[in-house]
């Protein structure tokens, strides 16, 4: 059997321990595209969704959870290191009290929130997570002890990254607010109430808590969070680069920023920096992040959840067949007033929502020393260079001259995830990456239109 790491332990405490050494008892305390034809388009709000590939956000650098010596340094209580019982969270392993009873194991406790309580812990493979309980900052948790007792009185003693006492709650069930992502310990204590109203310890463990943000697929999101996460959206948007830093900080980066860094490096004449080769990956990964992160500095609570728009092509093809065509995929289920606004079948702008009529930024709004190396198309768009789309607002094309994009580029199914994953290496996995799993989408929502007119022209 492993035992945990060092910070991880059973303390059990009572007038004596199974060697029959005193132990001090404790009072209770208070408490994130190429689209290779005529009039293309690209909705700068699908490019922030796919820009999003991770299901866990690491955010912040983690810090070691206090040891026991950091413990006894706040006070809490101090325990030898020969009083130290080590147990392991994922082996049905029991420690026996003095009296014979079962003592209690690291898998009695739990973090959760609306979202564990219905669909389990996230990240449940990630060795990092094997050992840890497990929160998500900024949201309502609850630290839950599975195994009350009668005539037992509970205490969480929430400590800092560095040992400091954060917060002390009491009862088997206790709510809290993780407002960072540094990780922390909690002292969970198991007080044998009297009947003269004192307490003394009978139990206690040590628990180590890494808090991170979770990426959920959009479609799963509470109507809460779907709000919080589109209006903090909305945001980049309608406020300026140099305003949102003043109002929300140095993480700040607007969709127009944002959108300009995409451009200059994928539209540079040189080469395409961020597609098509091993920058595919990390630069999308970059940009995610700093989304993310400008997101959190406007409201702490989100992070930037994803489009598993894999979902959607195997609907359509349940639904319709071998045959099926995607000719109306700027109108499935997230293009709507709710999520990113339906797209107008006649205009093909943004119809409604909050992104409604959307405009293209212009060479304008450029200052000269942007001008001098920023790409931009005929009509001095913020566009690819080769997109000669001159409509003055986003628009959304699901053709290419009347033809659907499905029928010779395909669209990301199952199997071609799972073609994916069965790469033996990363440099066959980089080279197929960014193609079949991931391009076609762009092509289905850009496409090309007005191309007789435009041929003619």
Not at 1 to 12: A, F, G, I, N, Y
Not at 366 to 371: P, V, Y
């Amino acid at each position: 059997m492993e035992p945990l790491t060092e910070s991880s332990h059973l303390l059990p405490i009572g007038a004596e321990d199974s060697r029959g050494k005193a132990i001090p008892s404790a009072s209770s305390t208070t408490p994130r595209t190429h689209l290779f034809n005529k009039r293309i388009v690209l909705s700068l709000t699908t490019l922030c969704l796919v820009f999003a590939v991770c299901v866990l956000a690491q955010v912040g650098f983690s810090k070691k959870t206090p040891n026991l010596q950091a413990t006894a340094q706040i006070k809490l209580v101090a325990i030898e290191a020969d009083d130290i019982i080590k147990i392991s969270p994922n082996v049905d392993h029991t420690l026996l009290g003095d009296d014979g009873e079962e003592a209690v194991k690291f898998h009695d406790f739990i973090i959760q929130n609306e979202y564990t309580q219905e669909n389990g812990l996230p990240g449940r493979d990630y060795p990092w997570l094997k050992a840890v309980l497990f929160a998500e900052p900024h949201r309502s948790s609850q630290l839950v002890f599975r195994k009350p007792a009668e005539g037992h009185v509970y205490e969480w003693k929430i400590l800092t990254g560095e040992g400091e006492l954060e917060a002390i709650l009491e009862g088997a069930q206790a709510e809290y607010i993780f407002k960072s992502t540094e990780d922390r310990s909690v002292v969970f204590t198991d007080y044998l109430a009297s009947m003269d109203g004192s307490r003394n310890v009978y139990d206690r463990l040590l628990l180590p808590i890494k808090v991170r943000y979770v990426r959920r697929e959009l479609r799963s999101l509470t109507a809460t969070d779907r709000a919080a996460l589109l209006d903090a959206m909305k945001v980049h948007w309608e406020v300026d680069q140099a305003r949102g830093q003043e109002l929300y900080g140095a993480a700040y980066r607007s969709a127009a920023e944002l959108l300009k860094f995409h451009l200059r490096y994928a539209g540079a004449a040189d080469c395409d920096h961020i597609h098509d080769g091993y920058g595919f990956l990390p630069q999308h990964a970059a940009m995610t992040l700093a989304f993310e992160q400008s997101l959190q500095a406007v409201n702490p609570r989100v992070a930037l959840h994803y489009w598993d728009y894999v979902r959607d092509v195997e609907a359509t093809l349940a639904e319709r067949g071998g045959e099926a065509d995607f000719t109306d995929f700027v109108n499935s289920e997230l293009f709507s007033a709710e999520w990113f606004g339906a797209t107008d079948r006649e205009t093909h702008a943004i119809a409604d929502g909050r992104w409604a009529g959307l405009a293209v930024p212009d060479a304008s709004s450029l200052t000269a020393a942007e001008r001098a190396d920023m790409p931009v198309n005929a009509f001095g768009q913020l566009r690819a260079p080769w997109s000669s789309n001159p409509d003055p607002t986003v628009v959304r094309y699901a053709t290419e001259c009347g033809a659907d994009p499905s029928k010779y580029y395909g669209m990301p199914t199952c199997a071609v995830v799972e073609a994916l994953t069965a790469k033996a290496g990363f440099e066959e996995y980089m080279e197929y990456v960014s193609y079949d799993p991931h391009g076609p989408v762009h092509i289905q929502l850009g496409g090309a239109y007005n191309c007789a007119a435009a041929y003619d022209a």
